[in-house]
């Protein structure tokens, strides 16, 4: 229930947006707005103040603003206030004011996202050597290996993983070469497009063993385990990383085990008495990897904010490009069910998540309204452009015609999406 409202307000908000950009456009250009809605009939209430009907409606997954000769059977070519009659330019700026407000507010989050700040996982600062690699993927394919030290993306430096991740996610088109250090030696590895596209290379970060968060009630705590302890022994076994932790543990089988670490230079010694994860079948002790808060004042933020909505608006059209040419993953395509899940994680995690999960979603709405395909605020667009070269508006018929289609294959792309949504969660993937 949780997820289901988090999804509809969040929805419900990133819409409102949308509508509010043609509504103040209308009124701007001079264009009746007959009614502005939240949500889709039924109406459930709704209240007129001059010539707008202002609605709230009972299915909350959008919303509409309805103009004086916007449908066919009301233009009016010399009608004041009507669509029709309004210049082209006019008619632009209405078009195009919807999207734009959602990449407007889609910077807006961005800058709240820096403003009220984040945390990051520690290890990002750390030079980016390697653990490991997961079982059946890309970098277990290249032979990459526990300590293997990656110098260069691209022939980019990378000094830490932050450096690496994010020189990896810039990679689309080409096949991406990587330098290694191993041991005494360099060593180049290539990752294929289609590996980058998916986002699974199945690198494992040497994350230091150093406590982070612990929690309140959990047997680390009990043990007396606090932030930046440095995890040096399970019992007799030595860790080096994170990730040995939880095997180690488990390898107890629910048995209580010494923990040694180090605080402040001195090396101590605790008892632990795991807890088992019903749900994840796992025993634990209760310590995530430790992290450091950021955040930024407002005039750092905004030009943060402004770098994020510019790569990811470049990272949008890069993997469009990919996905016509056929080098991406459908998989990473998601609809209103994935959507839901993921508002709803991000809801119960953190604002910050949710702050940056509400950014990314406004501006992919903005982008896709724009695509000139009918039924999208681009495709009335074409139609405008269409209607300047020819010197006269387009049939009636045709632009119904063209209308009806363009809306039934958005309707037949949206289940189609969301039926593979349902596939994957059902079947755990």
Excluded at 46 to 75: A, C, F, H, N
Excluded at 280 to 307: C, D, I, K, N
């Amino acid at each position: 229930m949780f997820t289901i409202l988090s999804f509809l307000l969040a929805i419900s908000l990133l819409v409102f947006v949308h509508e509010l950009g043609h509504y103040l456009a209308a009124r701007w250009v001079g264009v009746k707005v007959l009614e502005f809605s939240i949500g889709f009939p039924p109406k459930a209430w709704g209240k007129k103040i001059g010539d707008t009907e202002y609605i709230v409606s009972w299915i909350p997954m959008g919303g509409y603003v309805r103009l004086l000769g916007q449908d066919t059977e009301d233009e009016n070519p010399d009608e004041p206030g009507n669509y029709a009659s309004t210049p082209k330019w006019g008619r632009f700026l209405i078009l195009v004011a919807g999207p734009l407000m959602n990449l407007l507010f889609a910077w807006i989050f961005f800058v709240l996202l820096f403003m009220t700040g984040f945390s990051e996982p520690a290890y990002l600062d750390d030079p980016p050597y390697l653990s490991g690699t997961i079982a059946g993927s890309a970098a277990e394919r290249l032979g990459l290996l526990s300590g293997d030290l990656i110098l260069e993306v691209n022939e980019q430096p990378a000094s830490s993983w932050k450096q690496a991740y994010e020189f990896l996610s810039q990679a689309k088109t080409e096949p991406t070469k990587i330098l290694i250090r191993r041991q005494q030696t360099n060593l180049w590895a290539q990752f294929e497009p289609e590996e980058i596209s998916k986002g699974r290379l199945g690198l494992e970060p040497w994350i230091r063993p150093i406590a982070g968060d612990v929690n309140p009630g959990s047997p680390a705590e009990k043990g007396g385990i606090k932030p930046g302890d440095l995890i040096l022994l399970v019992d007799q076994d030595p860790v080096h990383h994170w990730r040995e932790i939880t095997p180690l543990i488990n390898q107890r089988n629910g048995k209580p085990f010494s923990l040694t670490f180090e605080r402040e230079g001195k090396v101590e010694q605790t008892q632990i008495v795991p807890k088992y994860n019903e749900a994840q079948a796992y025993w634990y002790m209760g310590l995530s990897q430790a992290s450091f808060h950021q955040s930024h004042g407002l005039v750092v933020s905004l030009g943060l904010g402004w770098e994020r909505s510019i790569l990811l608006t470049s990272k949008t059209f890069s993997f469009l490009g990919q996905l016509f040419a056929g080098r991406a993953s459908k998989e990473s395509l998601g609809g209103p069910i994935m959507i839901a899940q993921m508002i709803g994680a991000a809801a119960k995690n953190s604002l910050s998540d949710l702050l940056a999960l509400m950014g990314f979603i406004s501006l992919q709405l903005g982008i896709f309204n724009l695509f000139p395909f009918p039924a999208l605020d681009g495709g009335h667009v074409l139609f405008l452009g269409a209607e300047t070269l020819k010197g006269g508006p387009l049939p009636k018929t045709f632009r119904e015609i063209v209308q009806r289609v363009g809306f039934s294959a958005l309707l037949l792309l949206i289940l189609y999406i969301s039926v593979q949504d349902g596939i994957k969660l059902f079947s755990g993937g």
